[in-house]
């Protein structure tokens, strides 16, 4: 796989390598990434970010997969980093970037804790209020599996990760955040930037002064990210990521602080090979539905998805990347039919 991303972090890189994880590193003046485990075997952990502000308070961005030795590996850092602190009393205020649990598992325990208030996209909010209603049943149980023509006997696999978000957290988002926004953090200027794809209230934050742009899951140094991964979205997440990742293109000397792998230079080329490689796919899409439309009618989106290329072979897939899966088959079949190749 081409991959023009170059690692700034060899213990990251290293760490990366060997399947451990990665210790506390500090990036910049007041700045620290913290590597949280997460479970399954696709990533082994996601970033934490902790930003020290000139008041002696910490912005926590992404506070990880909400386990005990998650939190007592988080209170440890602020212990580090804020010396004397008991730990969560110095989180001043806490960002998701998305609401995926290895992200903001965490975020409503931190928030209890410290008293600091949760902000995410306000795309983001509304996502988690209809995850929420359908836990609760308030909406229909999702027919997708069925539509989608899995297997009967591969659905309960499947079924356990249908649009999932972090039990509670919808109460707890007491900030909605949208593009252009300045987060008021003594001695940081940090600029929200919406960038819609890979869920659609995904979001990036950039620090022009110190070089960094944090950017969760939209663009990622070892994997391409997934997208449409945040539920159902009315407009296309591919549509919305290839404007997406022009809006990170803008800043191609910012060193990229993402959500998993390590950190790295050469963000707007590396956005443009993870757009390229969704672009690709969506082009096998779109010649799978050609060849089998022709031969043997309409093809379900598990006859597409598993006669397509996937970076780990189809029989490789099961439970949330096979779903995230034939959600990017979904997603790829939608773009193609609203003409979307046409205007690339
Ligand atoms: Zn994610």
Known sequence: ?????????????????????????????????????????????SFTYLLRDSDGGVLVVDPGWDSDENWQRLIDALQQLVPGCSGADVVTGIIGTHLHPDHVGMAGRLR??????????????????????????DVPADDRLETWGVPAERRAELAQYVDRSPEGLVLAVDRELADGDVLSVPGFRLEVLATPGHTTGHLCLR?????????GDHVLPTVFPGLGLGGETPSNPLADYLASID??????????????????????????????HHLKRAREVAEVVAAEGGRSGEPTIWDIASL?????????????????????????????????????
């Open 207 to 215: 620090d022009d002064a110190r070089g960094l742009l944090l950017t």
């Open 247 to 276: 809006a990170v293109c803008r800043y191609p000397d910012h060193e990229a602080l993402p959500g998993h792998g390590y950190r790295f230079t050469g963000v707007a080329e590396r956005a443009r090979e993870c757009a390229d």
């Open 308 to 344: 397509i290329t996937w970076t780990g072979g189809w029989k490789g897939l099961h439970g949330f990347q096979l779903l995230s899966a034939l959600h990017q088959t979904q997603m790829h079949l939608d773009f193609v039919r609203s003409g979307g190749l046409a205007l690339r």
């Open 1 to 45: 796989m081409a991959n023009t991303s170059t690692s700034t972090s060899r213990q990251q890189e290293e760490a990366l390598v060997r399947g451990d994880l990665p210790p506390l590193e500090q990036v910049r003046d007041d700045v620290w990434a913290l590597a949280q485990p997460m479970p399954g075997d696709h990533l082994a952990y």
């Open 112 to 137: 209890d804790a410290s008293g600091a208030t949760l902000g995410m996209h306000v795309l983001e909010r509304e996502a988690l209020e209809r995850h929420h209603a359908r836990a609760v049943g």
